[in-house]
């Protein structure tokens, strides 16, 4: 018995001594070269288990190196992260750093144990109604260290979430009508829309997150690019559409919406 209490004992004192006595039971740096101590122990970037030496449990949900500088603001794969996130428009429908849309997931709030292979096949094989971006491995490497970041250092919320509502009643609507077979879209009334890939996907299409070539895009610019798209890029594929006022209206709405 008194020796199940001294063990007690001892174990209270590593957790009091905290950094200056778990620094000594810091096995990974037992295989792996030591590099940016100052920040803290290697779990504040790569998670995993220092404490142990037995590799499969040390390497528990690892944060590989390459995705685990989102803690380094300051480094090549956090600030490209973040020119592509802005470039792909991923905010037009996700909640990225504090910024963004609620269409889709918000990226900020996944569990904090969520796996590096987990975010790869999503981006590589893209969930339905999600673009398909044709991104390098570098690439993703970048954009899952954006989104490490949030996960780890926005502040988690329940609140400021939308509820997408599917209005069964709207499935073929002027949108899936005119646009559909070209394009996909989310919108907050009627949930995903379209089937074709052929176009851009346009969710989030007014909202400033959204990446254009040709711009910004608002109500009026619409109107004239659906009813003659080559009078704003006359390199455009997408043919003029006969289509009446009442359904470039209804177009907007869902759109809007």
């Not at 209490?5 to 030591?34: K, M, Q, T, W």
């Not at 500088?69 to 504090?98: P, T």
């Not at 470039?248 to 709405?253: A, L, P, W």
């Amino acid at each position: 018995m008194a020796i199940k209490i001294l063990v007690l004992i001892v174990l209270d004192i590593i957790l009091i001594l905290g950094n200056s006595f778990g620094e000594r039971l810091n096995y990974c740096i037992s295989c792996h070269r030591a590099h940016y101590l100052s920040y803290s122990r290697c779990e504040f970037c790569h998670r995993g288990i220092s404490k142990t030496k037995r590799k499969q449990i040390a390497h528990y949900r690892l944060i590989p190196g390459d995705y685990a500088y989102f803690r380094l603001k300051e480094s090549d794969f956090f600030k490209k992260g973040c020119m592509l996130v802005s470039k792909l428009g991923c905010r037009r429908c996700h909640m990225i750093l504090a910024k963004g849309n609620n269409l889709a997931t918000s990226l900020d709030q996944l569990p904090k144990n969520i796996e590096v292979k987990e975010l790869t096949k999503n981006l590589t094989s893209p969930p339905e109604f999600m673009p398909y971006f044709s991104l390098t491995n570098y690439q993703i490497k970048c954009i899952i260290n954006v989104i490490f970041n949030g996960i780890f250092e926005c502040n988690r919320s329940d609140e400021n979430f939308w509820v997408i509502h599917f209005d069964s009643s709207s499935n073929v609507n002027e949108f899936v009508k005119y646009c559909g077979s070209c394009h996909k879209v989310i919108s907050k009334r009627y949930g995903p829309l379209g089937k074709g890939c052929v176009g851009p996907n346009l969710s989030g299409l007014f909202l400033n997150f959204f990446y254009s070539e040709r711009g910004g895009w608002n109500q009026d610019k619409l109107i004239q690019w659906i009813k003659n798209p080559k009078t704003i890029d006359k390199s455009s594929l997408m043919p003029p559409i006969s289509i009446s006022d009442n359904s470039v209206s209804d177009i907007i709405k869902i759109l809007s919406n």
